[in-house]
Nanobody
Framework: QVHVVESGGGLVQAGGSLRLSCAPS????????MGWYRQAPGKQRELVAT???????SYGDSVRERFTVSRDNAKNTVFLQMNSLKPGDTAVYYC????????????WGQGTQVTVSS
């Protein structure tokens, strides 16, 4: 069973920055893609950013140019650098890892809370 563990959430003022980390229990090279989703109270879970094993990235429209997803293969970790945070970014952030083995399998972390105060 694959596990992914997030860390780095917290409380920050608007305009501030946070960096989230996601570490899978297996080698990062096994994953087709890894990324971040978020869910605010009363809203559906939405895409934040993803990065493939080849380094291709994609972003949700609301975070583009403010957030950066990256991976450090040596640390077996994916990061989400969040800058210029807004109160609307307040949500639980979930790490997602996808393995392709005859079909796609997804694994989710337990989530980490990010709260941005105005």
């Amino acid at each position: 069973q694959v596990h992914v563990v997030e860390s780095g959430g917290g409380l920050v003022q608007a305009g501030g920055s946070l960096r989230l980390s996601c570490a899978p229990s297996e080698s990062i090279f096994k994953f087709y893609a890894m990324g971040w989703y978020r869910q605010a109270p009363g809203k559906q879970r939405e895409l934040v950013a993803t990065i493939t094993s080849g380094g291709r990235t994609s972003y949700g429209d609301s975070v583009r140019e403010r957030f950066t997803v990256s991976r450090d293969n040596a640390k077996n970790t994916v990061f989400l650098q969040m800058n210029s945070l807004k109160p609307g970014d307040t949500a639980v952030y979930y790490c997602n890892a996808v393995i392709y083995s005859g079909g796609f399998r997804e694994y989710w972390g337990q989530g980490t809370q990010v709260t941005v105060s105005s």
